[in-house]
């Protein structure tokens, strides 16, 4: 059972709140989830489709599968989702997001669900569940990790299949995503992460294998500065990754 306490970091909800007009400016603050966007939407498409039988290279590949994005934030994961056809909600713990995510959905004539809501909250009003639940970016921003993998993972149906990137709390990712995504090189505001909340890989995948599912695929997202390229690198979760769990 969901208790009442809750995965909201306020800090870290204000935070992005206070940006959340800039979701949508590929060369903003934003900029680096728009270049790594093209990666996590082929994976997420991809893996999917293998999960549920689909052909990938079909425009609607995954028509008429519920999808829930946790951590929408402007919807920059949610819409290209729902262009292919999955019947997408969006949840954001900042109000700020889910009004920029709505109001772009409604500019580009998308059919989606929004709602500045928990996961922890989704569980107690409602007894739905969904074919894919997305979870990118949002574990290493969350009060209770615990807690956020429980309800990540009721919102998952039976048969269905759970998606989660974050960052591994390694003194690489410390150089790399703090020392220089942050510092250095600008691409986000200074203390957008807390390296100390970083998950190892074994750390969440501990986590869900509590709550009963099974780590299906892992792979590393790499950046190559020389060709200012992303990739999926199986070997190398040293800093970004990408996990599939299901039941």
Not at 135 to 163: N, Q, R, T, W
Request: glycine share 8%; with cysteine; proline share 4%.
């Amino acid at each position: 059972m969901v208790s009442d306490s809750s995965t909201i970091d306020r800090e870290d909800v204000d935070r992005f709140s206070r940006i959340a007009e800039e979701w949508w400016d590929e060369t903003g603050k934003f900029r680096p989830l728009h270049r790594i966007n093209p990666l996590r939407l082929g994976y997420i498409r991809d893996r999917a489709c293998n999960h549920f039988g689909r052909n990938p290279e079909q425009m609607k590949s995954l028509s008429s599968l519920t999808l829930l994005d946790i951590g929408c934030g402007g919807g920059l994961m949610a819409e290209p989702l729902a262009r292919i056809g999955a019947r997408v909600t969006g949840i954001d713990a900042s109000e700020k997001n889910i009004q920029v995510a709505a109001f772009h959905a409604e500019k580009m004539g998308l059919r989606m669900d929004y709602a500045c809501t928990t996961p922890e909250q989704l569980c107690k009003g409602t007894t739905k569940a969904y074919d894919i639940v997305l979870a990118l970016e949002i574990v290493e921003h969350v009060a209770d990790v615990p807690l956020f993998l429980h309800a990540c993972s009721k919102l998952v149906k039976p048969g269905g299949i759970l998606f989660m990137s974050t960052l591994n709390r390694t003194l690489k990712s410390y150089t790399l995503a703090i020392i220089g995504a942050e510092y250095m090189l600008r691409w986000l505001p200074r203390g957008t992460h807390d390296w100390r909340k970083f998950l190892k890989p074994s750390e969440l995948c501990a986590g869900l294998r509590k709550e009963g599912m099974t780590i299906a695929h892992m792979t590393g997202m790499v950046y190559n500065p020389l060709q200012s390229e992303w990739s999926l690198e199986e070997s190398d979760l040293d800093v970004n990754y990408l996990l599939t769990a299901t039941f």
